[in-house]
């Protein structure tokens, strides 16, 4: 081998060298910017409340609780969920006076649900330890079954027999935080849709607090 082409082959192989890692850089980059899918199941309380505008405007609280899980895709500051999520409300009405019950002055009422959360918003903030999501969408509700309680029994109903909309559609707000794998959440809904069948205006306020982990 001579001179030149002792040179020629040492140039080829430092510029192969000197290649490769500026490869690596890139690669790395590159998958760096890939998105990052994440599951979640979790867990928690919520406040329902109905308010009806009629002559007179009133009311109805329902508390309980949900469970769910969801997947959740974030690419930089960038994140969209999407959740699947039971709910269960329980209210206990009084019966009204004119009513003349005099064996009993109240029922129980509980309610089942099932929701669609569909979120998109950002990462304000994003440590390897700690992250912070704000983010807004839209929900579907949908109305499952319900049961009356007087007693000791129990009277099965469907939502279309107390005159309840299926499905409805919420609008949602809200923000949660990642610590470690411990997934925090506060979200807020208001109904966007009447919740009633009746021409009888109906605006839906729920709000949901739940804990979780994610994967």
């Given at each position: 081998?001579?001179?030149?082409?002792?040179?020629?082959?040492?140039?080829?192989?430092?510029?192969?060298?000197?290649?490769?890692?500026?490869?690596?850089?890139?690669a790395?980059?590159?998958?760096?910017?890939?998105?990052?899918?994440h599951?979640?199941?979790?867990?928690?309380?919520n406040?329902?409340?109905f308010?009806?505008?009629?002559?007179?405007?009133?009311?109805?609280?329902?508390?309980?609780?949900?469970?769910?899980?969801?997947?959740?895709?974030?690419?930089?500051?960038?994140?969209?969920?999407?959740?699947?999520?039971?709910l269960?409300?329980?209210?206990?009405?009084?019966?009204?006076?004119?009513?003349?019950?005099d064996?009993?002055?109240?029922?129980?009422?509980?309610?089942?649900?099932?929701?669609?959360?569909?979120k998109?918003?950002?990462?304000?903030?994003?440590?390897?330890?700690?992250?912070?999501y704000?983010?807004?969408?839209?929900?579907?509700?949908?109305?499952?079954?319900?049961?009356?309680?007087?007693?000791?029994?129990?009277?099965?109903?469907?939502?279309?027999?107390?005159?309840?909309?299926?499905?409805?559609?919420?609008?949602?707000?809200g923000?949660?935080?990642d610590?470690?794998?411990?997934?925090?959440?506060?979200?807020y809904?208001?109904?966007?849709?009447?919740?009633?069948?009746?021409?009888?205006?109906?605006?839906?306020?729920?709000?949901?607090l739940?804990?979780?982990?994610?994967f």
């Amino acid at each position: 081998m001579d001179k030149n082409t002792y040179f020629r082959h040492n140039q080829l192989t430092m510029k192969k060298f000197l290649f490769l890692p500026i490869l690596l850089l890139v690669a790395q980059s590159a998958f760096a910017q890939q998105p990052k899918l994440h599951l979640k199941l979790f867990g928690g309380y919520n406040s329902h409340l109905f308010v009806y505008k009629e002559y007179e405007k009133s009311s109805d609280v329902f508390h309980g609780w949900q469970a769910g899980f969801g997947l959740r895709l974030t690419r930089k500051k960038m994140m969209a969920e999407l959740d699947l999520v039971f709910l269960r409300n329980t209210v206990v009405i009084p019966i009204p006076d004119s009513l003349e019950l005099d064996e009993f002055d109240k029922f129980e009422f509980k309610f089942k649900s099932f929701e669609i959360p569909i979120k998109v918003g950002i990462v304000p903030i994003k440590t390897p330890l700690y992250k912070w999501y704000c983010y807004t969408g839209t929900s579907l509700r949908f109305n499952t079954k319900g049961t009356i309680k007087i007693f000791d029994e129990e009277i099965k109903f469907k939502p279309k027999e107390v005159g309840f909309a299926n499905p409805n559609i919420d609008w949602i707000i809200g923000t949660q935080m990642d610590i470690g794998w411990l997934n925090l959440e506060l979200m807020y809904s208001l109904g966007v849709t009447n919740s009633l069948r009746e021409n009888i205006r109906t605006n839906s306020h729920e709000l949901q607090l739940s804990a979780g982990i994610i994967f």
